[in-house]
């Protein structure tokens, strides 16, 4: 069984900052794309972000674009999204999911294996 686990979330204010990160035990990372996802209470489940295996390619929402970079540590068989100025409608639960990376559009599709996700809050 694939399992993930994101961890980073909580509680800040407008224009603050988090560090979300998406880590595994017993299974290898390196190889795959892994995108991060989010879900505010009420709507559907939206695309945040995703990277290539080696980290050479990146995805970025326009939502997100400019404010939360991707990377990957893959020594460290982990996946981090930086969010940086962060405003009230990035509120959400944040999950990472492995994907597949289409070299055509250059986007991540057919996320699986989801991790149990992160709390997001954004609030003065």
């Known amino acids: 069984q694939v399992q993930l686990v994101e961890s980073g979330g909580g509680l800040v204010q407008p224009g603050g900052s988090l560090r979300l990160s998406c880590a595994a035990s017993?299974?290898?990372?390196?190889?795959?794309?892994i995108g991060w996802f989010r879900q505010a209470p009420g709507k559907e489940r939206e695309g945040v972000s995703c990277?290539?295996?080696?980290?050479?390619?990146?995805y970025y929402a326009d939502s997100v674009k400019g404010r939360f970079p991707i990377s990957r540590d893959n020594a460290k068989n982990t996946i981090y999204l930086q969010m940086d100025s962060l405003k009230p409608e990035d509120t959400a639960v944040y999950y990472c999911?492995?994907?597949?990376?289409?070299?055509?559009?250059?986007?991540?599709?057919?996320?699986?294996?989801w991790g149990q996700g992160t709390q997001v809050t954004v609030s003065s």
């Open positions: 999911a492995v994907t597949r990376w289409r070299t055509i559009s250059l986007m991540c599709t057919d996320p699986r294996y």
């Open positions: 990277i290539t295996s080696s980290g050479g390619s990146t």
């Open positions: 017993e299974f290898t990372l390196d190889y795959y794309p």
